[in-house]
């Protein structure tokens, strides 16, 4: 009984919902209706009969200034004398507003006329301001193209310091890298300053750095032994830009590196010496080189992996210790010499034997990485030798000199360059006082202890090698300690394996 007494109550309840929307909907339409024939266009002033048609449009930027600076740079007009935008960095707070562009002249900062402002004056406004900042600026008439972020990375050679450049349009706008570090060049428009980033770095903004040509230049002036014209710098503008050991045997013999006492340096020769070419004067001033990530495939060969070091540095021994770690996944070259064979010896084990004709030939087919001749016999290390030990799918560890690392930088090889290099002077006095070196280039040397000649002499070829050819290094390790100089250096060997490296992009194509 008390359902049928509930019916007619939820029915009266119901209808009358219908109706409230119904008329709710009805109100709204009516509303829109309304408002949609209604005409909210802004009502303007009349324009001025006394304009004139002649004056540039004129346009009001608002930005806010956070810790980081703008990002744009400006410069008097060498022919108007007008402020203008001189470069817009990549990234920066400018950048991403899309509101300024280069080109464009400024008329005002915060309601401050900057018309008869130095840039200096300027850049101290803008430095003293705090929060919003309120441009008044006149627009370019040059059309832009649109923005394309920086797909090119390229390795560093070199150390610099925008600080110590006298050359750079603004000090702050700079970008600060060491020798060996990846860049991202995210503009190139410059011809003088390419702007860029370094690889991975969370911040988008990008700073100025000296352009490859331009560097390369400048180092070259620096250098009176190359012969080249000087440089012009020709419609030079006057602007200032800112941006808002052990115990034991160190071999150093000539039987498998041909590494040569002080008094035999003279007999060395390499392949290489006698040439000349544009790609090889290139490469003896370093700047930058483009470079791409590369990791070896399990079906591609091992990279080949250069040792550099001075005598007696212990570069033989860390060799041979790796070779007795596993003889089946680490190889070396089999030497070639014009010597005749001794009883004991075996053809391709000890020595690849060959003719004295035969060696020259093949020096003069540039087969040879690099070769010596000791008492009237010749003695190399081929490049079908480095070949050999690659097709056996191992590691090949080559101990070659420093000046000869450049040309083998190739697609073929993929080198990887490691510099073994001494520790301090006292260092290897205290580690090497009972060990001994073999300086003599082949069969009975005799090993002799270290003399303070020796010591002096390695360091002072250390540093000249690193100085000269250090940016071609892909990794130093300092031989302090025999075992924890081999650790790291298997530690080395295993990640060049397995992980991924920058690498020259040439190497990247046949």
Known sequence: MNQSMNEPKLYVEKRNCRRLVSEVLTALLSVHDTVAQKNYDPVLPPMPDDIDEEEDSVKIIRLVKNREPLGATIKRDEHTGAIVVARIMRGGAADRSGLIHVGDELREVNGIPVDDKKPEEIIHILAQSQGAITFKIIPSVKEEMPVKEGKMFIRALFDYDPKEDKAIPCKEAGLAFRKGDILQIMSQDDATWWQAKHEGDANPRAGLIPSKHFQ????????PEVQIQPLKISNRKSYAECAGH???????????????????????????????????????IPTYEEVAKYRRQPNDKYRLVVLVGPVGVGLNELKRKLLISDT?????????????????????VEYIFISKHLFETDVQNNK??????????????????????????????????????????????????IFIKPPSLDRLRETRKNAKIISSKDDKGTAKPFTEEDFQEMIKSAHVMESQYGHLFDKVIVNDDLATAYSELKTTFDRLETETFWVPVSWLHS
């Open 216 to 223: 390369e230049r400048r180092f070259a002036l620096r250098r």
């Open 246 to 284: 052990n115990s034991g045997s160190y071999l150093a013999g000539f039987r498998r590196s041909f590494r040569l006492s002080r008094k035999d340096k003279k007999t060395n020769k390499s392949m290489y010496e006698c040439k000349k070419s544009d790609q090889y004067d290139t490469a003896d």
């Open 328 to 348: 089946q996944h680490y190889g070396v070259t089999v030497p070639h010499t014009t010597r005749p064979r001794r009883s004991q010896e075996s053809d391709g």
């Open 368 to 417: 040879f990485i690099e070769y010596g001749e000791y008492k009237n016999n010749y003695y190399g290390t081929s490049l079908d030798s480095v070949r050999s030990v690659l097709a056996k799918n191992k590691v090949c560890l080559l101990d070659v000199q420093p000046h000869t690392v450049k040309h083998l930088r190739t697609y073929e090889f993929k080198p990887f360059v």
